[in-house]
């Protein structure tokens, strides 16, 4: 049985694709930092190499001998005093494995991107894969890192490595350890930390669905090929409300104009960069939110037949996961 090499197990996404190769049987040897909780892979049949993105001797040797490659790892802050953190990660790291699966000659990669590194319409129309974007229309560093690093992979697939991209939108679900920013968001609302919202909204997607996206794309997958693996796009204020039927919590009823939580970010993350500590509102995902982030994943779900669950029954596992765990009191 070939082996699968499989970067960002302990994270989100990840995660979850790591629990669908081990259901399918799969063989899998899990890149692991050795300051990273492992929490991902407790009771899992799965090799461990621990090794680094940015150190290429230690990467190469973890992926020796696999034949399938599943790049999910990233650095995924929406702030970060030292944003040379970011690119080392997110785009060198990139670069390295991409390397070495070309050296070591694996059958397919499949990298996991985000919609963060495509384009937008300004008129809030659904986007797609082909979308027209450039690297001024990233905001912020880790899109713009994750813009490039999709670059890189262009780069390799034009020397003939075998790379299909994917770029997951808004994941939802349990299991979301960190959590991530929307998983903050739910945790924050079912703390009652929400008292309004602005109008922004995002394409949410069933957490589980994106790891079947990743299967189906090393496996119907076209090489240089980008697929949304994505579902339903909502507005903020209709998340907030389904969240509130799921919970029995009240949604929040007074929408704010985006000029408001822009300058409290700006005097939060000025006062954190000086401090040195962490703002609890990044002024990048505030930013962030004057985009209506609605895509079309369409091509996924007819080249791949990605699933699309529907993102309520997401939302409600997520909610159920994060009183379970105790993120947010059960009642």
């Known amino acids: 049985m070939s082996t699968i090499f499989l970067t960002g197990a302990t994270g989100?996404?990840?995660?979850?694709?790591?629990?669908?190769?081990?259901?399918?049987?799969?063989?899998?040897?899990?890149?692991?930092?050795?300051?990273?909780?492992?929490?991902?892979?407790?009771?899992?049949?799965v090799?461990?190499?621990?090794?680094?993105?940015?150190?290429?001797?230690?990467?190469?040797?973890?992926?020796?001998?696999?034949?399938?490659?599943?790049?999910?790892?990233?650095?995924?802050?929406?702030?970060?005093?030292?944003?040379?953190?970011?690119?080392?990660?997110?785009?060198e790291g990139t670069r390295n494995?991409?390397?070495?699966?070309a050296d070591t000659g694996v059958r397919r990669v499949v990298y996991t991107s985000s919609v963060g590194a495509l384009g937008l319409h300004p008129d809030g129309k659904p986007a797609d894969e082909t979308t027209p974007v450039t690297l001024k229309d990233m905001v912020g560093h880790y899109k713009r890192s994750k813009f490039l690093a999709e670059r890189v992979a262009d780069e390799f697939v034009a020397k003939g490595l075998p790379v299909v991209i994917v770029n997951p939108s808004t994941?939802?679900?349990?299991?979301?350890?960190?959590?991530?920013?929307?998983?903050k968001m739910i945790v924050d609302f079912l703390k009652r930390k929400v008292p309004a919202y602005v109008d922004t909204g995002l394409n949410l997607v069933d957490v589980?669905?994106?790891?079947q996206g990743h299967l189906l794309a090393a496996q119907k997958g076209k090489v240089g090929e980008k697929y949304i693996l994505g579902n339903r796009n909502m507005s903020l204020e209709e998340i907030?409300?389904?969240?509130?039927?799921?919970?029995?919590?009240p949604a929040p009823k007074i929408e704010v104009p985006h000029w408001l939580p822009m300058g409290v970010?700006?005097?939060?993350?000025?006062?954190?960069?000086?401090?040195?500590?962490?703002?609890?509102?990044?002024?990048?995902?505030?930013?962030?939110?004057?985009?209506?982030?609605?895509?079309?994943?369409?091509?996924?779900?007819?080249?791949?037949?990605?699933?699309?669950?529907?993102?309520?029954?997401?939302?409600?596992?997520?909610?159920?996961?994060?009183?379970?765990?105790?993120?947010?009191?059960?009642?």
């Open 12 to 45: 989100f996404i990840g995660g979850h694709l790591l629990k669908a190769l081990v259901t399918e049987g799969a063989k899998v040897r899990c890149l692991v930092r050795r300051s990273s909780s492992r929490r991902n892979l407790k009771g899992l049949p």
């Open 47 to 91: 090799e461990v190499a621990e090794a680094d993105l940015r150190a290429p001797d230690s990467l190469r040797e973890a992926m020796t001998g696999c034949d399938l490659v599943f790049h999910c790892a990233a650095d995924y802050r929406l702030y970060a005093r030292d944003k040379s953190e970011l690119y080392d990660t997110n785009v």
């Open 97 to 101: 494995v991409l390397k070495i699966a």
């Open 171 to 183: 994941p939802v679900g349990e299991g979301d350890l960190k959590p991530t920013a929307t998983g």
């Open 208 to 211: 589980r669905d994106v790891a």
């Open 240 to 249: 907030f409300g389904t969240l509130a039927q799921i919970s029995g919590l």
């Open 265 to 331: 970010a700006a005097v939060e993350t000025t006062f954190c960069r000086l401090t040195g500590l962490k703002p609890k509102v990044p002024l990048e995902s505030v930013k962030l939110s004057r985009y209506k982030m609605y895509f079309d994943g369409s091509k996924a779900v007819r080249e791949l037949g990605m699933p699309q669950t529907p993102v309520e029954e997401a939302l409600r596992r997520a909610v159920d996961w994060f009183r379970q765990n105790n993120y947010v009191p059960r009642k």
